[in-house]
């Protein structure tokens, strides 16, 4: 395929990777076209003049105009960017086009020989640092990163969970946070809940980094920022630490539900919300809902587990039995066959000893919340 390129008019993709490589030289084409056939996520764009004639079976696309009119289909279809062209007319190109490094793709820069390979932008969110990397050894090239934080081997604040998939509560204070960090200033960590290898480094963490045991205790300590992990709503006491602090959201809640047939997706959600308010619990760390097998395809349930973003996990009636539950119902086994499900499936789930509620009926629905212990 062979895309026009034209002042004002749009170009319209056939995206299969996800990622896109661009090259505008004989040398960038050859090096493109032998990291696209090891790279299997990625779509290639180069120059028609330096057609080899194999394009369309190997999912190629070439390109006639200037190369500064494709990108902006790029910027909006791609995670990440690999250009084969000079660094300084990457950064003229790119510039019209970025927003925020919240929705910026990862570009990626290699110079003509292949011998280094530069993350330019979104090194962090955009995941342009670990492209790099990868990129840097498909081709033997050496990696340019130059983000503080991985330089220095600290924390990277926007990324702290991420591949845990924690959350922020806000990004408002991820850039002076992140600057506490990497002046090595005094960093308070707290961490209630999550997972607890979060350390990515064989060094120790650094000695201005100190992890305290409760956010009381790493008030009193007095530091210059903080980074919090918890899935409890802060009290206004607690709240000072975030003066200069993250709160992060550690996927830890899990939800057991059960509910009437033909329940509605506004009511299953209004209970959710209403039980993780009275536990003091914030809704950005729950990780599933689940419930029995007979309610796999229940609208509402499937709804709301759409909507958040969360799993939903089913089982069958035999493997909720097996669970030892504190209120067994012989009305619920007569209908489902099991003696119970929002329990049994949350303690199933989250492999807790006890739970945050037991089990509590509100109209059509029965909630049961658990938190999983790592």
Known sequence: MTLVLEEGKNVSLEQKGTYAIVAITKHGVELARNLHAKFHQTDLFYMSKFERGDEDRRNISLFEGNVRLLLPSLFQSYKGIIMIISLGAVVRMIAPLLKDKKSDPGVVVIDDKGKYAISVLSGHLGGANEL??????????????????????????????????????????????????????????????????????????????????????????????????????????????????????????????????????????????????????????????????????????????????WEFKCYSAEELNRVQI?????????????????????????GAESLSICKKKSGNVTISVALISL
């Open 326 to 350: 504190a209120q067994p119902s012989e009305t619920v086994f007569k209908f489902t066959g099991a003696y119970g499900v929002s329990e049994p499936a949350a303690r199933l789930y989250s």
């Open 132 to 309: 790099t990397k990868e990129v840097a050894d498909l081709l033997g090239a050496s990696p340019v990163i130059t983000t503080a934080s991985d330089v220095q081997k600290t924390i990277p604040v926007d990324l702290f969970g991420s591949k845990f998939g924690w959350v922020w509560e806000s990004a408002e204070k991820l850039t002076p946070v992140s600057a506490s960090v990497v002046n090595e200033e005094h960093v308070a960590i707290i961490q209630e809940s999550g997972e607890k290898e979060w350390w990515n480094y064989d060094s120790p963490l650094p000695e201005t980094i100190k992890v305290y045991q409760s956010i009381e205790e790493a008030i009193h300590a007095k530091p210059n920022a903080a980074l919090v992990v918890t899935h409890r709503n802060l009290n206004m006491n607690e709240e000072a630490i975030l003066h200069n602090g993250v709160l992060y959201r550690p996927k830890v809640i899990v939800l057991g539900i059960g509910c009437n047939r033909g329940t509605s997706m506004e009511e299953i959600d209004q209970v959710i919300h209403e039980t993780l308010n009275e536990l003091h619990f914030s809704i950005k760390s729950v990780k599933a809902i689940c419930s029995i097998d007979l309610k796999k395809d229940e609208e509402g349930l499937i709804a709301v587990a759409l909507k958040n973003n």
